[in-house]
């Protein structure tokens, strides 16, 4: 049988299950990577599961979204992070070696395993022909206890690429032209997988912006093949023994075919407020631009900051706008001064910024009220950016840097006289990165700001709660549990948190949800999409939320309402949520059955009808719910778990 690349790595990996799509499956788990605000929460998940050293080949703790210390809640959770990795065998990436994905592609990738993250960026290490999957904290810690991932078999989505991208496009017009063609929720269920012989043109950090921005298709992962370029990054990052070589057999099938020419690709823009919502850059043109931010996990490389260089060399930025370049990795930074292109970036007035996640994760560089802020990020929500009133627009290094000089939306030349080319040798100093086995007898610190988390009570009697909010469509996480400067430092803080739950949509959803002992979300298409924080579960269950009654439920999201005992309901006829309103009483008479049987008969006791909502989840996912979440499940399926 001829088989596709993602097909060849499930298998490689099965543990159990039939691999076809909508199946359950388990898939044994290489390496794992933690970032720092899901960092805290996986691990104080792994502590509660009384695991001493994690069972992995290499897993990997990075310092890398709140790098800001602004009080000592932050410095409390790097301590923390650093030493309790440390004391489980993990590495630790520290503050200031750069964003997780960039780094873990630079120094620790390797084509052919399988990567979970507690970040939905993960598939980044797609690019270099790995199976990295984002999930939530709780799942990355049963990754790095037990060695394996719970997944449902995904369908496959061939990208056919030909040609190669002209001068003025770059993999990141790549990829806003396959979220123009599948939007947001188009890669639900779904790996995307690309082939071809334009795969060829485009080198390991392009093929990583593609598939670190695949997370915003919904998809469970993308993945490209591993050649002669993924081994000659692998070469120059001195590590040629890591690659084998791996791609679809020729003739392999897919449940869908796209192609696309690179050659067609023109400069493109995603307006506000979501990554699908995709324009041509040339429809923009001549908007006034207050702010433009290169860099974050999926536009931060050597190759990236280098085409940025050459365009803003003997330039100078607009003095309208303030351009600010955060560099993917120390890796990046130490290369860009030792060749000369940080003077060049200097020189033309732009400002540089830690090799971090900064502006992206709203840490920092909010712009000013109404501004018209560039972006080469993966994410536009709104409000993400801290500033509720501006329009935040994502788009290419070479488009923002172009705009960057003139102040206005400008399409990069046709004939944009860039010629980067990868190094045979990158720089390489990891003395910001810790081995476990370096370190003997640590204790782990744990500051005040480390606070229980809630964990749910075993399913029984019924369920009868308000409905304490009702939203629309794409709802983010970014909406349901907001993170910017100043919640970012209180991750490891769930009561503090959950106060600013869903406060993006209505500020008094919380407390109007405590007042009632607890409530029901109900919420339209694609609920949950976004980031894979389960603090956007974990803040509902502190709340008291019991169940989120949806049209359709992102992939991560899904999964942390379960880990946590939430019910993630999905109506049956998508009429229903037309009749319902806040305020309204909901009564599930028997949540047991109902988890038993898949299906919920709900009653709206205050318009006195009746509806049914679908669970569709595996018997694993069933005992969980039954027993109150993950936590409680592992105890009671292994009681000496602490
Ligand atoms: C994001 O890009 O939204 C984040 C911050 O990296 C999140 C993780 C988080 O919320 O901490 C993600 O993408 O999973
Ligand atoms: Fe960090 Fe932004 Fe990437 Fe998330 S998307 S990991 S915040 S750089």
Redesign the pocket.
């Known amino acids: 049988m001829k088989l596709n690349l993602t097909q060849k790595l499930i298998l490689s990996h099965l543990v159990s299950g039939e691999p076809k799509a909508g199946n359950p499956i388990v898939i044994s788990v290489d390496q794992t990577l933690t ?1 720092d605000s899901t960092g805290t929460m996986c691990y104080l998940q792994l502590e509660a599961l009384g695991v001493d050293k994690v069972v992995t080949k290499r897993s990997v703790a990075y310092i ?2 709140n790098t800001l210390q602004s009080g000592f809640e932050n410095a409390d959770d790097h301590a923390y992070i650093q030493s309790v990795a440390l004391s489980h065998g993990v590495f630790v990436s520290k503050p200031g070696n750069g ?3 960039q780094v873990h592609l630079e120094r620790f990738g390797v084509p052919g395993y399988t990567l979970v993250g507690s ?1 939905s ?1 993960t598939p980044t290490g797609g690019g270099i022909g790995m199976l990295a999957i984002g999930a939530g904290g709780l799942d990355v810690a049963l990754a790095m206890a037990k060695g394996t991932l719970n997944l449902t078999m995904p369908e496959v989505i061939g990208i056919k690429l030909t040609g190669a991208l002209k001068p003025n496009a770059t993999a990141k017009d790549l990829i806003l032209e396959v979220l123009r063609i599948l939007s947001v929720k188009g890669g639900v269920g779904k790996i995307v997988e690309y082939f071809g012989d334009g795969v060829k043109s485009l080198s390991v950090p392009e093929r990583a912006t593609v598939t670190n921005m695949g997370a915003e298709l919904g998809a469970t992962t993308s993945v490209f093949p591993s050649d002669t370029r993924t081994k000659a990054f692998l070469r120059a990052q001195g590590r040629e023994s890591d690659f084998v070589s791996l791609c679809a057999d020729s003739g392999a099938s897919y449940d869908r075919i796209i192609e696309i020419d690179l050659s067609e690709i023109e400069p493109l823009a995603a307006a506000p407020h979501m990554p699908d919502n995709v324009v041509t850059v040339s429809e923009l043109a001549g908007k006034k631009v207050d702010q433009v931010c290169i860099g ?3 536009d931060s490389s050597l190759l990236t900051m280098l085409k940025v260089a050459a365009v803003l060399k003997g330039k100078r930025v607009n003095p309208d706008v303030s351009l600010t370049i955060s560099p993917g990795s120390k890796q990046v930074l130490t290369m860009l001064s030792k060749c000369g292109a940080l003077k060049d970036i200097l020189d033309s007035g732009a400002r540089i910024l830690e090799c971090a ?1 900064g502006p ?2 709203g840490m920092g560089q909010s712009p000013k009220t109404n501004a018209v802020s560039l972006r080469t ?3 536009n929500f709104y409000a993400r950016s801290g500033t509720k009133s501006a329009s935040v627009f994502l788009v290419s290094p070479l488009t923002a840097a172009y705009s960057a000089i003139a102040g206005v939306i400008t399409v990069p030349p046709e004939d944009a006289p860039i010629d980067v080319k990868m190094p045979t040798r990158f720089d390489i100093n990891d003395n910001l990165i810790l081995n476990p086995a370096d370190f003997t007898d640590i204790a782990i610190e744990r500051g005040p700001n480390i606070k229980p988390f809630p964990i749910g009570e075993k399913l029984s009697g019924s369920i009868e709660k308000t409905v304490t909010i009702k939203v629309g469509d794409n709802i983010t996480t970014d909406d349901i549990m907001p993170s910017n400067a100043k919640l970012l430092p209180y991750r490891s803080n769930i009561p503090y948190l959950s106060s600013f739950c869903l406060s993006t949509v209505d500020e008094h959803f919380a407390e109007r949800t405590e007042a009632l002992g607890g409530g029901i979300i109900v919420g339209g298409e694609n609920y949950g999409q976004g980031s894979s924080r389960e603090h956007a579960a974990l803040a509902p269950l502190q709340l008291g939320i019991r169940a989120a009654i949806v049209k359709s439920i992102a992939r991560i999201h899904r999964d942390n309402l379960i880990n946590s005992g939430i019910l993630p309901l999905v109506f049956d006829n998508p009429s229903d949520y037309d009749g319902i309103e806040q305020g309204d009483v909901l009564l599930i008479a028997d949540p047991v059955e109902a988890v038993n049987c898949g299906k919920a008969k709900i009653e709206n006791k205050t318009k006195g009808r009746a509806f049914t909502a679908s669970l569709n989840v595996n018997d694993r996912q069933k005992d969980i719910l039954k027993a109150g979440g993950t936590i409680n499940y592992m105890k009671s399926a292994s009681p000496n778990v602490k």
């Open positions: 970032q890398d979204h964003i997780c994905h970040d960026h974050s996990c999926t996640c992206c994760i990020f993966n994410r």
